[in-house]
């Protein structure tokens, strides 16, 4: 079990920047791998980014060259830098883990999530 709490939403105008920083607690971090997913109203969860445990990371072709997913094992802490922010990046942000090695671009695969944390992205 693993419980996970995300922090660094906001509202920041477009072209913008945030930092989104998920930690965990319970078991060991280095045994996760890691997710970043987000849902705008309306819409269903979608796969942003994510990082396995030994640091290989995947994007969605909307993230890419845009958003940054990093872990730190030692704070038992994963981030998203989201930079050019788009209004269209608007959601609720969430953090995940998976106990296997292999990332699957799919919400319904991930194991535990955090509560998620608001990121409004103005014109």
């Known amino acids: 079990q693993v419980q996970l709490v995300e922090s660094g939403g906001g509202l920041v105008q477009a072209g913008g920047s945030l930092r989104l920083s998920c930690a965990a607690s319970g078991r060991t971090f280095s045994d996760y791998s890691m997710g970043w997913f987000r849902q705008a109203p309306g819409k269903e969860r979608e796969f942003v980014a994510a990082?396995?445990?030994?640091?290989?990371?995947t994007y969605a072709d909307s993230a890419k060259g845009r958003f940054t997913i990093s872990r730190d094992n030692a704070k038992n802490t994963v981030y998203l830098q989201m930079n050019s922010l788009r209004p269209e990046d608007t959601a609720v942000y969430y953090c995940?883990?998976?106990?296997?090695?292999?990332?699957?671009?799919?919400?319904?695969?991930?194991?535990?999530w955090g509560q998620g944390t608001q990121v409004t992205v103005s014109s």
């Open positions: 990082i396995t445990r030994s640091g290989s990371s």
């Open positions: 995940a883990a998976r106990t296997s090695p292999v990332i699957i671009a799919k919400a319904l695969f991930w194991n535990y």
